[in-house]
């Protein structure tokens, strides 16, 4: 059962706009929400993440925005540039007990960042 | 020159064959975790360890097989079982720390192709 829906799939922004990225979870025992960035033939590397007792995280152009009560986190990547041009995916996990560690991800957004 | 480390990039396997992906970090990490990535699903997990001679099936465990003898070496298995092995296959390492999730670091991944 999918447990994170991203969306959108695919998303094309100009150079210096705002890209924006959602996901949603199901499971409300979810506490750990990191975003990563993927570029082709790579691995993927943390972004940033957020936990549930703030409703949102700023890392230079980089924001989280967290909404608990509709289950919904947002990354929003302010003065958009070509070399933001990625796959990212969303995240959720559960800290605690045996299941810490055990990353839950979204289908990934492939931006595009035209010039 | 801390990292992980994933070899081979690229693996092709015949049918009926079993083939071993290797996985080693030199960050000290307890945690280790073997993912599978297909396009337009993101990632799901195969394995995680978080001690050494210790380890857990994910989400899509059947068909792969793994151990953990030494704290940086996690290698995967993936068996004949494994009805469709075609993909990219990352790893990643972690700390351990009061059982809260922290940063997963990811290798460069391995594709495996089935002829």
């Known amino acids: 059962q999918q447990q994170v829906k991203q969306s959108p799939q695919s998303l094309i922004v100009q150079k210096g706009g705002i890209s924006i990225i959602n996901c949603a979870y199901e499971?409300?025992?979810?506490?750990?929400f990191p975003w990563y960035q993927q570029f082709p033939g790579k691995g993927p590397a943390l972004l940033i993440a957020i936990r549930p007792d703030v409703s949102e995280k700023k890392e230079g152009r980089f924001t989280i925005s967290f909404n608990k009560s509709a289950k919904q986190f947002s990354l929003h990547i302010m003065d958009s540039q070509p070399g933001d041009s990625a796959t990212y995916f969303c995240?959720?996990?559960?800290?605690?007990?045996?299941?810490?560690?055990?990353?839950?991800f979204g289908q990934g957004t492939i931006l595009t960042v035209h010039p | 020159d801390g990292g992980i480390t994933q070899s081979p990039k690229y693996l092709f396997r015949k049918e009926g064959q079993n083939v071993t992906l290797s996985c080693e970090q030199n960050l000290n990490h307890d945690a280790m975790y073997w993912y599978r990535q297909d396009p337009g699903q993101g990632l799901r997990l195969i394995y995680y360890s978080q001690i050494v001679n210790d380890f857990q099936k994910g989400d899509i465990a059947e068909g792969y097989s793994v151990s953990r003898e030494k704290k940086e070496s996690f290698p995967l298995t993936v068996t004949s079982a494994q009805k469709n092995p075609t993909a990219f296959y990352l790893c990643?390492?972690?700390?351990?720390?009061?059982?809260?999730?922290?940063?997963?670091?990811f290798g460069p991944g391995t594709r495996l192709t089935v002829l």
């Open positions: 499971n409300t025992a979810f506490d750990y």
């Open positions: 990643a390492s972690s700390i351990v720390l009061a059982g809260r999730n922290n940063e997963q670091f």
């Open positions: 995240a959720a996990s559960i800290d605690g007990g045996t299941s810490y560690g055990k990353l839950t």
